[in-house]
């Protein structure tokens, strides 16, 4: 493999107030053991297509699985005379469903517990890759969804929707875009080595991968935007059973996007949530990389944010500042900018290390 060596990059200004509104996020990874949901069922009359369960990946691969979605209700369609859909779930998963089943000439209403702004989608740092996801499933539907997503989102770069390609620095390789080098060979660009990391106190060999930066904060605004504009509103509901849903929808069509929300919903026991932290630093323009390593740092227009954690079966949503301004320090402490701190015990790399922290994980993948 070509090996180079690069001159240094600008450092990150480490300097983090957790107690400024919002400086701390807390989100919940929705991950589905085996693989997330992609599939159809018929229930009381209703058929329901259910979209869930992309765990720490579910920005990355939401345009391929809805391009399923709307190949499995087309199907649905040639035998069932039906103009109108409804949409549960206003996160990545919902507003991408929705979007595509327009094309289809549907009529489409989105019923949400909370609205995009309010969503684990929302909160999401907002690299590609497919990471903190299983995905054991047919092959060709995977690749299809994977380069899919990656094609959809690389043409919209540029057009609004908050998409930028950047490259990603790593120390060791990034498991979540290595899956996707060796199943889908050309779709990103080769993986480089790298003699050291080109950064402040980086004295170690790593890697350099191309990848994209979706910024959720730009991105669900704008396909809020453009799906109203098209005609689809978004009820705020909250739905208790499936049987309050088939009350209260009174559809044949019914996707289903509820994220964390199928667990109870759906009675779905595979669904384990992976909490995360994020500290959001102040915009800091002249970073135009990814970080990776015990951690996450993605450079977005809104803020710089810090993240990685992954609290496995923990699924509220409480904020902590504490951990937020150790998420801080341990990258801090990388570039030479804050004493070393012990790597906690559950703490991944995103996606670098993944293998090491997850036993469920080091077996199959
Ligand atoms: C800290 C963190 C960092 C992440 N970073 C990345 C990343 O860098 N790249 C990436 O690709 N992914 C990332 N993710 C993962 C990504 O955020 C999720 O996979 C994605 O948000 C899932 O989308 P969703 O639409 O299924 O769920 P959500 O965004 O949770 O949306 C679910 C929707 O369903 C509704 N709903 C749920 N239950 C009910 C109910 N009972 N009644 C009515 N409505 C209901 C909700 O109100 C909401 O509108 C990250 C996640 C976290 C937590």
């Not at 297509?49 to 990946?57: K, T």
Request: net charge positive.
């Amino acid at each position: 493999m070509h090996v180079r060596e690069l001159t240094n990059l600008p450092t990150p200004d480490f300097t983090f107030d957790p107690g400024v509104p919002g400086a701390c996020v807390t989100g919940v990874r929705p991950y589905r053991e085996g693989t997330f949901r992609l599939n159809s069922e018929r229930v009381s009359g209703r058929f329901i297509v259910h979209n869930y369960g992309h765990g720490g990946a579910g920005i990355s691969l939401s345009w391929g699985c809805a391009a399923k979605v709307k190949d499995i209700v087309r199907q649905f369609l040639t035998s069932s005379p039906e103009t109108e859909v409804a949409v549960l779930g206003a996160g990545v998963m919902g507003l991408t469903a929705a979007t595509r089943l327009l094309e289809l000439g549907l009529k489409v209403k989105i019923f949400a517990a909370r609205k995009p702004v309010d969503t684990t989608s929302f909160k999401a740092g907002g690299q590609w890759a497919v990471s903190v996801v299983e995905t054991a499933m047919n092959q060709q539907d995977l690749k299809a969804i994977i380069k899919t997503s990656y094609t959809t989102f690389k043409d919209s770069i540029g057009k609004g929707f908050g998409v930028h390609e950047r490259p990603n620095y790593c120390p060791k390789p990034a498991e979540g875009l290595d899956m996707v080098l060796d199943l889908l060979p050309g779709l990103l660009p080769a993986r480089e080595r790298l003699t050291r990391l080109p950064f402040q106190n980086h004295t170690q060999p790593g890697f350099l991968y191309q990848t994209l930066l979706v910024e959720p904060p730009v991105f669900l605004p704008r396909l809020q935007r453009d799906l109203e504009t098209r005609g689809v509103t978004i009820v705020t509901k909250t739905f208790a059973t499936k049987a309050d849903i088939l009350a209260a929808v009174p559809n044949k069509i019914i996707v289903n996007c509820t994220g964390m929300g199928a667990k109870k919903l759906w009675n779905d026991t595979k669904l384990v949530g992976v909490r995360g932290y994020l500290a959001m630093l102040p915009a800091q323009p002249a970073l135009q990389y990814l970080y990776s390593r015990n951690g996450y740092l993605f450079p977005r227009s809104d803020h710089v944010v810090i993240g990685g954690t992954p609290d496995w079966n923990k699924e509220d949503e409480d904020l902590n500042p504490a951990e937020c301004k150790k998420l801080v320090r341990l990258i801090a402490a990388a570039f030479g900018q804050a004493a070393p701190v012990p790597m906690p015990v559950n703490h991944i790399d995103h996606p670098c290390n993944r293998r090491l922290v997850d036993p469920r994980l080091s077996v199959s993948d």
